[in-house]
């Protein structure tokens, strides 16, 4: 047993025991897809909802104990094959001095939001992230330990635009009007602020490594709102950017190598540059074909989604003829099974470990049979 001081140094991490879910997201031969869901730590689990009962959001977020529990929590029920620390794309623009809370029923609100360049002066310029979000870090260190091996912990960020479109609209937004207008009314402006975003979400991410996160996911949730000109100019850059400078980085610092992740949500216009932006793995949601992004992304990048979350809604019976589909699309190779999207809050448990024995079940079989 280690003592409590060794819990929170990121060294001395339990062994691997189950790594295919870093192999296939290097393109690597695996036994089994291995398969994770998206908001796996969330409210469709009872125990998620006792632990969160009467407690703030953000108060949540940044307890490393709390994080630690509600991420080992889907890992008690489901063989999932990797987790993702529980934390929020938000805390980012917490981290560069915007208030944010969590109204339950409404989701996320900034009480100012930005509403014209001259309010970027409210933002902090230089951001010291381990001050600012060492609370994710020793999250992250925590669970590492807490895990005991058993999966490979994914740390995560959103991305400069989804940010960008938070921090403008103030909440959630059906057109993204205002955080658009700034596109097309302040291009130097929204650079500068896309800039300052990227700069925090890089020092971001090597932290999450540091601190043992072992593969990274971008979350660019609202892609879909850009066409591809306004994706080429104003996400696809930055993502690149972070792609390469959290490599470099990782280098530089002497770390081992961890895959990253890019999910574009409803940018399949940009599937071409996705596969060409430095991530090992490019996360599809359910409204592309497996068979089409395969051949569309040339075998350059592994394969991450995408079936609709939706169809937990379904029997086990249709879960499983839907999952067996799905992975017959995508092929056993350089592939993860996932859902197009997180899980949402009244979904059956019992469905989610259907859709993971499916992946597991049909997956060997295929393999087998190749
Ligand atoms: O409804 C939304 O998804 C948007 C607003 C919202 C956010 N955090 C939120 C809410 C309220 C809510 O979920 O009701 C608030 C939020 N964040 C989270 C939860 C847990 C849950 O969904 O039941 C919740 C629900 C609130 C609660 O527990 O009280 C945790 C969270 N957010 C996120 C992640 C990463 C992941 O998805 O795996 C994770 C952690 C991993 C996990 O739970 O397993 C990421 C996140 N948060 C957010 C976004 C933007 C989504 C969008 O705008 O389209 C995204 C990225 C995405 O899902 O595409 C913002």
Redesign the pocket.
């Given at each position: 047993m280690m003592d409590k001081d060794s819990l929170i140094l990121p060294k001395d991490f339990p062994e691997l025991k189950n790594d295919t879910f870093l192999r296939a997201a290097r393109g690597e031969e695996v036994e089994h897809i291995p398969v994770w869901c998206?908001?796996?730590?969330?409210?469709y689990l009872p125990e998620?909802r006792e632990s969160?009962a009467g407690k703030d959001?953000f108060e949540t977020c940044r307890s490393p104990e709390a994080c630690c529990e509600l991420t080992l929590q889907p890992l008690r029920r489901f063989p999932f094959d990797a987790s993702?620390i529980?934390?929020?794309?938000?805390v980012v623009p917490q981290a560069m001095g915007m208030d944010v809370e969590?109204t339950?029923g409404k989701?996320?609100t900034f009480p100012e939001p930005l509403k014209d360049p001259e309010d970027l002066k409210r933002l902090k310029t230089k951001v010291d992230v381990s001050s600012e979000l060492g609370y994710v870090f020793k999250a992250i260190t925590l669970t590492r330990h807490r895990i005991e091996g058993k999966v490979p912990l994914i740390g995560?960020t959103?991305a400069p635009w989804?940010l960008m479109s938070y921090m403008i609209e103030g909440g959630?937004s059906p057109t993204h009007s205002k955080a658009k207008r700034w596109l097309y009314r302040y291009p130097e402006a929204s650079h500068k602020l896309l800039s300052q975003l990227t700069d925090v979400i890089v020092d971001y991410l090597l932290g999450q490594v540091k601190a043992g996160a072992q593969a990274l996911q971008v979350?660019e949730?609202?892609a879909g709102c850009l066409g591809p000109v306004e994706f080429k100019e104003f996400s696809l850059p930055y993502l690149r950017d972070i792609a390469r400078r959290v490599k470099d980085k990782i280098k530089l610092s002497g770390l081992d190598s961890v895959p990253m992740m890019v999910?574009a949500?409803d940018g399949h216009y940009g599937l071409e540059d996705l596969a060409d932006s430095g991530y090992e793995v490019v996360s599809l949601d359910w409204t592309i074909d497996p068979c089409s992004a395969r051949l569309r992304t040339g075998g350059k990048v592994s394969l991450q989604g995408n079936m609709d979350p939706c169809a937990l809604y379904a029997t086990k019976e249709r879960i499983s003829e839907i999952v067996k589909k799905m992975l017959e699309g995508f092929g056993m190779k350089g592939y993860i099974a996932n859902l197009g999207?997180?899980l949402y809050?009244d979904m059956d448990p019992e469905n989610v470990g259907a859709f993971v024995e499916a992946v597991h079940t049909h997956s060997r079989q295929l393999l087998k049979s190749n």
């Open positions: 998206m908001r796996q730590a969330g409210r998620f969160r959001f993702i529980f934390s929020d794309i938000l969590m339950p989701g996320p995560f959103g989804t959630g979350f949730s609202h999910f949500k999207h997180g809050p």
